[in-house]
């Protein structure tokens, strides 16, 4: 039969049901890391505007509200060019799409401190890291901005 461990020569065996969750934690630890660094960076960028209204802070977490509503903005219309359905949408999808989109961003960042953490993390990175993280997520958020673009321009 099938052995269901997997081993290696000198290591100690491990089930492959262990070592496959294992790798669907670090995955998601790799995400959420991704999404608290892309925070991150949009602090780093309020931060360099002084605005006596709104906090740093806020600023950052509207700006990441406004990112995902056009990453899903994107992703309904797209579904509706390839599913031929011209605006089938109904206003309780995206009603249900920016609670999630509104409530994520809360928990995340208001409701949670855990963020705090990784910001101390983030600003500990070594500089040419914090360079290439940067340039990953500006890059992601210019696709994000394209693909809503080039949404738009398929819908009409």
């Known amino acids: 039969g099938t052995n269901t461990f997997g081993s290696l020569p000198g290591c100690i065996l491990v089930p492959r049901r262990v070592v496959a969750f294992n790798h669907q934690v670090r995955t998601s630890m790799r995400v959420k890391e991704a999404y608290y660094y892309l925070f991150y960076r949009l602090l780093r960028v309020w931060a360099n505007f002084d605005n006596p209204l709104l906090s740093v802070k806020y600023r950052a977490e509207l700006s990441l509200v406004v990112i995902k509503a056009w990453l899903i ?48 993390k983030f600003d500990q990175w070594p500089e040419r890291k914090n360079v290439i993280g940067g340039i990953i997520v500006w890059s992601v958020g210019v696709l994000i901005f394209l693909c809503m673009i080039l949404s738009v321009e398929l819908f009409r």
Request: charged fraction near 10%; charge should be negative.
């Open 73 to 120: 903005f994107s992703v309904f219309t797209f579904l509706d060019v390839i599913g031929n359905s011209s605006g089938s949408n109904t206003v309780l999808e995206f009603i249900v799409a920016f609670i999630l989109v509104v409530g994520s961003t809360t928990y995340f960042f208001s409701i949670s401190d855990k963020w705090k953490s990784y910001m101390e």
